[in-house]
């Protein structure tokens, strides 16, 4: 590619685009009795449940379990409005309450699980859940798939976003959450102001790690 083929390509591609999110995930229903079953929570995200303290024992009821695959998103569709979405990072089996959400080749699933816990669209989801009370709303995938996001047009650049707060937790857990208001204020920038260049507000954010 010539140097001014790059120019025109930079000036008609955008760095972020528009898309709704139906557009990205797919609702899956496969469902199985014999994996491992996991959880949704707002402050952990997906994990085994044989890794809480709460005792699981859906008896019989466990064949009607939904299957999760690595990098599926998955949300609790009553506390989806409090942020409990995550991506996977197991394989197993989750209650029907939650909607497991498969995304399409577009989609690095881990920049998801930051932007799909962002507060702007915590009110979306708040808004377009059906029910008469907090304790009652449930966020169905049709309506989830009708909001409208701000992504990277670049994978390559979701996947850099994602895996960077992913270190950046590992960083924060290591250090005992020392830094968890420096980290909030540095995801609000990175989705903010981040485009199709490295530098910018991800430089910011790598010199404060520094």
């Not at 029907?96 to 920049?111: G, I, L, Q, T």
């Not at 009708?146 to 992504?151: E, K, L, R, T, V």
Request: charged share 25%; with cysteine.
């Amino acid at each position: 590619m010539d140097g001014n083929t790059a120019v025109f390509r930079a000036l008609i591609v955008p760095a972020w685009e528009q898309r709704k999110l139906g557009e990205l995930f797919e609702e899956s229903d496969e469902r199985a009795s014999d994996r491992e079953i996991l959880s949704v929570s707002v402050a952990n995200g997906i994990y085994p449940a044989s890794e809480s303290d709460r005792e699981t024992n859906p008896g019989a009821s466990l064949a009607n379990y939904k299957i999760v695959h690595f990098g599926d998103v998955v949300y609790n569709s009553m506390r989806m409005w409090q942020g409990a979405v995550d991506a996977s990072r197991y394989d197993g089996i989750v209650s029907p309450a939650y909607v497991v959400a498969r995304p399409n080749s577009e989609v690095y699933a881990r920049f998801f699980a930051r932007l799909l816990r962002q507060p702007m669209l915590l009110k979306q989801y708040q808004q377009v859940s059906q029910g008469n009370s907090k304790d009652t709303q449930v966020l169905k995938f049709d309506d989830f798939a009708s909001i409208g996001i701000s992504m990277p047009a670049s994978e390559n650049e979701q996947r850099q976003i994602g895996g960077f707060f992913d270190r950046l937790d590992s960083l924060i857990t290591l250090h005992q959450r020392k830094y968890c208001g420096v980290a909030s204020w540095m995801l609000g920038v990175a989705l903010v102001r981040l485009g199709s260049e490295s530098d910018g507000a991800f430089g910011e954010m790598k010199h404060v790690l520094r």
